[in-house]
């Protein structure tokens, strides 16, 4: 038998072992006449048990899944006044679509909720296995009101932003470099390619790291005033997911 198969028989039958023995204390439980307390300290193990098969089973799944995945395409580009590609990135709906035989293969669905608190835009996504376990992960992004954007325009763009971040950050996702006959041509360090290998790194670099490549960029003269703006605002929007995940102020 494949070995895929092998794993999915076996996660079967283990699921089934662990609801027959909580049953059966149970049903013995009750042949017995047990006294009430200690029902109630059966049914509660049962629920443990169960809980914490369900948590075996969802990080086990989500371990399959991350090793699967594929580093996601950015299928989006934002073009410069002459066409030539600034950057490019995944949008929400490209990643779902990118992953979703993954996500059914292994049993997961989610949900994305938003709240808007003051002056930031909250996403949530609950990553919930068919086995009963749930996970959350969270991102908030602040509102830009200098942007040239409305009112509606500026909540839309954070809400995507904060939902693909949100998304990605539950499931381990990462997207990759585009390809290289999709970058502009430039010159010298001012090319396009310089550029998204600066932005590719974003990701990577810790709060200090990042504040210390900002100055840096702000005073440089190796990069346009339009990627310094792009590269600031990536890394400002960075460092409140970090703050976000590690509940710093």
């Not at 027959?20 to 009430?36: D, H, W």
């Not at 808007?116 to 296995?129: P, S």
């Not at 409305?150 to 470099?177: H, P, V």
Request: hydrophobic share 30%; charged share 30%; with cysteine.
């Amino acid at each position: 038998m494949p070995p895929n198969k092998m794993s999915k028989q076996t996660k079967k039958t283990e699921l089934v072992v662990v609801g027959n023995q909580a049953e059966n204390l149970i049903s013995q439980a009750i042949e017995k006449g047990v006294n009430v307390d200690t029902m109630e300290r059966l049914l509660a193990m049962r629920r443990e048990l169960k809980a914490e098969h369900a948590k075996e089973e969802f990080n086990r799944a989500m371990a399959e899944f991350q090793s699967e995945c594929p580093i996601i395409k950015k299928t989006k580009k934002v073009l410069n006044k002459d066409k030539t590609t600034r950057y490019s990135y995944a949008p929400i709906d490209s990643i779902v679509n990118q992953v979703r035989s993954l996500l059914k293969a292994h049993n997961f669905s989610y949900t994305i909720d938003t709240k808007t608190e003051n002056d930031k835009v909250l996403a949530i996504c609950t990553v919930t296995h068919a086995a009963g376990h749930s996970q959350t992960s969270s991102f908030d992004i602040p509102i830009d009101k200098e942007s040239f954007m409305n009112n509606q325009q500026r909540f839309a763009s954070a809400l995507t932003f904060g939902k693909r971040y949100a998304f990605c950050n539950a499931f381990g996702i990462l997207t990759g470099d585009e390809d290289d006959d999709s970058k502009g041509a430039g010159d010298g360090d001012k090319s396009n390619k310089g550029f998204d290998k600066l932005m590719q790194l974003v990701g990577k670099c810790s709060i200090s790291e990042l504040q210390d490549y900002m100055k840096k960029i702000e005073k440089s003269d190796k990069y346009t005033e339009d990627q310094k703006a792009e590269y600031i605002d990536t890394a400002q929007k960075r460092i409140v997911e970090l703050k976000s995940n590690n509940n710093i102020q």
